[in-house]
């Protein structure tokens, strides 16, 4: 239908890249599991274990009424998170909103986000950001993540100094709705707060108000944003998993990296608008696939590695290694059809070859022959490579993608037997950090780090 996103999976298969693809007897031969896998996943969403599906039905009213109290009051607005609880909103503010939205400071405030700790970072945002003209969101799904807990102390002093007891009117938060100290503070604290709902993880939350809230401060139009994850919602109702998008992403995804050894999966737009959703989606395949155990608890680390790049950047980068180095990669390519702005380069100097072809032509035309160019050199050099197209970026196009994801990620975790839902690793970390900044309870973890750490003198010079 005009308007939706396409997906092109012809460079993926034997027909295309020969040895390297997918043949049509090999994608059947998943056919079985795959259909169960869908059963399965169906049978779980009704049970209402998968509210992730649900959620491009909630309303957001809340979240409006909110951003209608606030958008005039504040210049800035800074994301207090992390993982999950960052990806999503920077995906959709770098997508959808003016390029140089903090430096135009029209439509939407100017938008931060505070999620890598660095010290001279968060300083420097401090800086550009003014805490007096400030609206700081700290979003922790669990209400206790270093990172964000110890930034919203930096935050909550910073602003007590600036503008005493009415800090809390420069503070949202946005957590689970009872656990996590989070949650005890915005309630004792009487400070404005959305709700994380339960059993959605963080990478799962862009249709929540962790992701919806930002996007809204931003002026984006978040009720287009659920309509076109609806929309998606319907299309990918198809139980034949040969029909459907999400369904065969994640079959010839799963394939090329089991039985074809393309262990990497490159995420290339060429926008930079659609940076963002590389950088989103390297994050749900990494943490929901890369896994130690599978569901019958046997060791198998499984996981493709993620990569984002970008085009036409790249090319100028990473292709070379991408169409000649070894073949252990697939690419999904991200076009657009139609950008907002075409470009037209006006001709001169006449005579000039490496400058007459393009005179007279636009800089949307140079940008899909150079997405086609590296797609020609992917395919002949048989490196199994798949376009998806964005008619237009617009917050449906955008929804439609991330929700397209969310559902292919799950039912991945079908095909590969593992529970793509829960992020092992990522909890050691945290625990690690609380025990080496000493937090209690977490003691014996600290001297368990300790003991364990091999001497190093031997390998520091
Ligand atoms: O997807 C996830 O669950 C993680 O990436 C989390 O979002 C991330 O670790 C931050 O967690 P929290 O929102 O609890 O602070």
């Known amino acids: 239908m005009k308007g939706d996103l396409v997906f092109d999976f012809t460079n993926l298969t034997e027909d295309a890249v020969g040895e390297h693809g ?27 274990e998968y509210i992730y599906r649900d959620l491009p039905y909630i309303r957001v009213d809340s979240i409006l009424k909110y951003e209608e109290t606030v958008k005039n009051k504040y210049e800035n607005f800074v994301n207090v998170g992390i993982g999950g609880s960052a990806l999503g909103a920077q995906a959709l503010v770098m997508a959808l909103c003016h390029p140089f939205q903090n430096l135009l400071k029209q439509n939407g405030m100017r938008m931060f986000f505070a999620d890598n700790i660095d010290p001279d970072f968060l300083s420097g945002m401090f800086d550009i950001a003014e805490p ?44 689970d709705a009872e656990k996590g100290d989070l ?30 809230l930002p996007a809204a401060c931003a002026g984006i139009d978040i009720k287009e944003l659920l309509k076109g994850a609806a929309a998606m919602d319907k299309r990918l109702e198809s139980a034949d998993v040969m029909d459907n998008p999400a369904y065969l ?7 090329l990296d089991k039985e074809k050894g393309k262990r990497i999966s490159v995420m290339m737009p060429y926008s930079s608008g659609l940076y963002g959703l590389a950088d989103w989606f390297r994050q749900i395949w990494a943490e929901s696939l890369g896994k130690k155990y599978n569901l019958d608890n046997s060791v198998v680390n499984a996981g493709p590695t993620p990569v984002k790049a970008i085009g036409v950047t790249d090319q100028h980068s990473q292709v070379q290694l991408y169409v000649e180095g070894p073949f252990d990669k697939v690419f999904t390519i991200m076009a657009v ?17 490496s400058l007459d072809y393009l005179g007279g032509r636009t800089m949307a035309e140079l940008i899909k022959a150079e997405r086609l160019g590296t797609i020609y050199a992917l395919t002949k050099n048989n490196r199994p490579n798949m376009t ?40 050691a970390g945290k625990v690690a950090a609380f025990a080496l900044m000493g937090r209690s309870g977490y003691e014996e973890k600290a001297s368990e780090i300790d003991t364990g750490l091999i001497n190093r003198d031997k390998y520091i010079k």
């Open 183 to 212: 949650r005890k503070i915005a309630d004792n604290e009487n400070i404005a707060s959305f709700v994380v709902p339960g059993g959605v993880g963080g990478r799962f939350s862009v249709f929540t108000p962790v992701g919806l």
């Open 388 to 427: 998806i197209t964005f008619p237009e970026v617009t917050p449906y196009t955008v929804g439609g993608f991330i929700y397209m994801l969310e559902v292919a990620t799950v039912f991945s975790g079908g095909l590969y037997n593992i529970n793509p839902l829960d992020q092992p690793g990522v909890e």
């Open 132 to 175: 007096k003209k400030t609206l700081f969101n700290i979003i922790t799904k669990s209400g206790s993540t270093a990172e964000t807990m110890g930034t919203f102390l930096l935050v909550k002093d910073m602003l007590e100094k600036l503008v005493g007891q009415r800090w809390r009117e420069h503070v949202v938060i946005t957590t």
């Open 337 to 353: 059809e139609s950008f907002k702005n075409e470009l037209p380069m006006e001709p001169a100097y006449k005579g000039t070859s």
């Open 22 to 48: 997918i043949s049509d007897k090999l994608l059947n031969s998943l056919y079985e599991v795959a259909y169960n896998v869908h059963l399965d996943l169906k049978k779980r969403r009704e049970a209402g």
């Open 249 to 255: 992403f994640s079959m010839y995804q799963y394939l």
